[in-house]
């Protein structure tokens, strides 16, 4: 319920206007200080965050499934309201997933690419390894805040580092970053 509350409140027109400006000024920032060679180009700034974006979508719709059958006997979801629970729980899920990760990607992960880039390490290998090495320490992070819950890391830091990672892939795939490193005599 506060999950829904929480996604209709970040579908308004200032916070979707506060996600923009937040990810423009960021890029701008980033572009600003690589000089007049830029570490990573715009358009690949561009289409990294198209490819973390195609990733919340399949997340979302994956996590959001329930066969009918459950949807009416554990969550006793009537057959005329299936999809658009289904629906609804899709977007909730969406709106959630894309905030976090393109406010991530703005916040901490661009800058990171930007440093890798600037150490010859712009990689899609050292961006994933980054990528893990931030969600287990988040995961960790998120434990300690909430020791007195539920919170578990060995249960918890899986989901959270699986989710970083995927969004983390999407958005070298999209960013067409390389595979591996260049030799310092090759021109990109």
């Keep these: 319920m506060e999950a829904s509350w929480f996604a209709s409140m970040l579908l308004h027109p200032v916070a979707v206007v506060a ?4 990810v423009s000024l960021s890029s701008v920032l980033l572009l600003k200080a690589g000089g007049p060679r830029f570490p990573i180009a ?8 198209l490819g ?15 066969p009918p059958e459950e949807a009416l006997s554990k969550w006793h ?3 005329e309201n299936y999809w ?7 977007t909730v899920l969406l709106v959630l997933f894309m905030y976090a990760a393109l406010i991530g990607i703005a916040l901490v992960g661009a800058p990171i690419i930007f440093a890798l880039a600037r150490a010859g390490r712009a990689t899609a290998p050292w961006l994933l390894l980054t990528s893990v090495i931030i969600s287990l320490v988040g ?6 805040i909430n020791q007195p819950s539920s919170a578990s890391f060995m249960r918890d830091a899986p989901y959270i580092a699986g989710l970083h ?11 067409r970053l390389p595979w591996r490193s260049r030799p310092c005599d090759e021109s990109p």
């Design 77 to 79: 979801v009537p057959p």
């Design 42 to 49: 715009r358009s690949q700034l561009l289409f990294g965050y």
């Design 139 to 144: 995961a960790w992070l998120l434990v300690q």
């Design 84 to 90: 658009e629970a289904l629906r609804n729980e899709f």
């Design 19 to 22: 996600l923009v400006v937040v």
């Design 52 to 66: 973390a974006t195609v990733i919340c979508i399949v997340v979302a719709g994956v996590s959001s499934y329930v």
């Design 165 to 175: 990672f995927l969004v983390a892939l999407g958005f070298c795939v999209g960013a």
